[in-house]
């Protein structure tokens, strides 16, 4: 039962972003293509990444991870941005047409999160956000995000 549920739980966060990729009125030059998406979705998870760093994590090859990301700079949804410690390095970061355009599915999350508080009581969400802390911080180590 555990397992149905938390699949099920991870299918809806991901059919609600699915259902946003595939329903946007964007501009035909505008409009991201699926894997577009996922690249610009694990930029954001990784939380500010250089092309290299982002290229390791989607297993891609140096040139490939920087000609996807080429072409989501053309379309407005990530920037370069020059690191302040090292002029030689740039890190990628999403644009806030992206999240108003797709990030939407964060949006999704909160409603989640508000629900569960108005459900559940004070000492049952605290509980949730140990075990999902746990869980995080613990369990999933294969999965290296932004520095935690």
Known sequence: MLEKNFSDIYTKFKMSLYSKVFNQNVKAE??????EVL???????L???????FASFAQLSAPNAAYKVNNLIKKGYVNKIQSEVDKREYH???TDKYMKTYGVTYDYIGTVMKRIRERFSPEEVKELE????????ELMPEVKLEEE
């Open 30 to 35: 505008d409009s991201l293509s699926s894997m």
């Open 39 to 45: 690249c610009v979705e694990v930029i954001f998870a």
């Open 47 to 53: 939380g500010r990444p250089t092309i290299n760093e």
């Open 92 to 94: 990628l970061e999403v």
């Open 130 to 137: 140990e075990i999902l802390g746990v869980i995080d911080d």
